[in-house]
Nanobody, 115 residues
Framework: QVQLVESGGGLVQAGGSLRLSCAASGSIFVINTMGWYRQAPGKQREPVATVTSGGTTNYADSVKGRFTISRDGIKNTMNLQMNSLKPEDTAVYYC?????????WGQGTQVTVSS
């Protein structure tokens, strides 16, 4: 009943930029936190950036100063602007939302950064 649809992934050269988008739809009444996570081959999924309903943002140290997360609380959408991309940013990026008592995940979008 809740769907998260991501878009914006792709292939980019090191130093380039990409913008990921996530749209949440369905039976959603309250979204507490929205966030982006990523999983590289052979590694565990890790948080990249999150934003609360109050607008508080949190970033992984590895992306601070390069990535910017934003959300639209009316439209239930979220973006991740990724600048100065590095090969180590290569991963599948997942959108996630936290509602009371549950998390939802998107299907993931591939980001590949070539050196």
């Amino acid at each position: 009943q809740v769907q998260l649809v991501e878009s914006g992934g792709g292939l980019v050269q090191a130093g380039g930029s990409l913008r990921l988008s996530c749209a949440a739809s369905g039976s959603i009444f309250v979204i507490n936190t929205m966030g982006w996570y990523r999983q590289a081959p052979g590694k565990q999924r890790e948080p990249v950036a999150t934003v609360t309903s109050g607008g508080t943002t949190n970033y992984a140290d590895s992306v601070k100063g390069r990535f910017t997360i934003s959300r639209d609380g009316i439209k239930n959408t979220m973006n991740l602007q990724m600048n100065s991309l590095k090969p180590e940013d290569t991963a599948v990026y997942y959108c996630s939302i936290t509602v009371p008592n549950r998390n939802y995940w998107g299907q993931g979008t591939q980001v590949t950064v070539s050196s």
